[in-house]
């Protein structure tokens, strides 16, 4: 008997051993991404923004890249890719090492972008890349050249009407949210504003600061200055409701525009290999500098509201923005080249 155990146990051995081998090899593959993690970021993460300096979404980010830097004890450098209304940065997000080291941020442009050019964009916002957090939400506001003779939304559109096409707005390309915005307004209302698309917010903003164009739908965080300078005239805001940042001005709807309502944010992706560990360390680090006194205040001044939302609530809102604009464009019979 004790023989037939010995021998027994011998030929147990080769089994113990390979099981000890599969569960030593098991251990380390979650062990290994476990600790890439916790070395994320190990060099220099690049942020792209797809529009020109000098809007609120690059405002946005180079507010934003140095506090996470320090938090993540590495540079965070701001990349401008402007093109192509985001085309251009986004396909160079979507083709990026999807190890953290590139995120870019999007807008509501992005998603209504969708709906005007389903179809025939290089990228695709819900298979390329992965939602990290929605940062921002924020009406924008409609503001004029002081040239302009119109001082509320019913003589603006008067004066539109007397003048099929003279009124020029820009935005930050064809198929962007400021683009849909004078786009609805036209729609709703019969008149005839002309588009003028550029490579960003910024550059719109300037050519209404020059005088080359008559207006522009902005961001608070990039007209505020001039509106307090007098450089430029605010008329409305495009929430439903007025903006606590600016009460004393209406909502596009309030003045007699009804069902008119458009509102902006801002939030980052990542590519769609990015691991889930990586991801949660980006929202967890964005979702913490939001959440400071120092940039509550910040933003709060400008009439931005901050979110910080967790990767799975911005997958839905990013889905449900979709939704809703390729509805808009459907009804207001909106066509893009």
Not at 111 to 134: M, P
Not at 168 to 177: E, I, K, M, R, V
Not at 264 to 273: E, I, K, M, Q, T
Request: glycine share 10%; with cysteine.
């Amino acid at each position: 008997m004790h023989s037939q155990s010995v021998t027994g146990c011998r030929s147990l051995r080769p089994l113990l051993s390979r099981l000890l081998c599969c569960c030593a090899a098991l251990l380390a593959a979650t062990l290994i991404p476990a600790a890439s993690a916790q070395q994320f970021p190990q060099r220099p993460v690049r942020f792209i923004i797809p529009l020109a300096p000098g809007g609120g979404v690059d405002i946005t980010a180079r507010t934003v890249a140095p506090r996470l830097g320090a938090l993540w004890g590495q540079t965070v450098v701001v990349d401008n890719r402007p093109g192509g209304t985001g085309a251009i940065g986004l396909e160079t997000a979507a083709r990026a090492q999807p190890d953290g080291h590139t995120i870019v941020m999007i807008t509501g442009t992005h998603t209504a972008r969708r709906a005007t050019h389903h179809g025939r964009l290089s990228y695709d916002l819900l298979k390329d890349f992965r939602a990290v957090t929605q940062m921002t939400q924020q009406s924008y506001v409609l503001v004029l050249h002081p040239g302009v003779a119109a001082k509320s939304i019913p003589e603006l559109l008067a004066l539109a009407k007397a003048k099929p096409g003279g009124l020029t707005y820009g935005s930050a390309g064809q198929g962007s949210l400021q683009h849909l915005s004078g786009a609805l307004l036209g729609s709703l209302t019969n008149t005839n504003l002309l588009h003028v698309a550029y490579k960003g917010g910024g550059p719109a903003l300037a050519d209404v600061l020059g005088g080359q164009i008559s207006m522009v739908f902005a961001t608070p965080l990039e007209s505020v200055p001039h509106i307090k300078s007098g450089r430029l005239r605010a008329l409305a805001v495009t929430s439903p409701k007025r903006s606590p940042a600016m009460p004393d001005l209406p909502s596009i709807a309030e003045t007699g525009v009804a069902g008119y309502e458009v509102t902006n944010w801002y939030g980052v992706l990542a590519p769609a290999a990015t691991p889930a560990t990586i991801i949660n360390i980006l929202n967890r680090g964005i979702v913490d500098v939001l959440r400071t006194p120092e940039m509550q205040e910040r933003f709060k001044a400008d009439g931005v509201e901050l979110v910080g939302s967790t990767p799975g609530e911005y997958q839905k809102h990013i889905s449900a923005e979709i939704v809703k604009w390729e509805g808009v464009v459907k009804k207001a019979g909106i066509q893009v080249d």
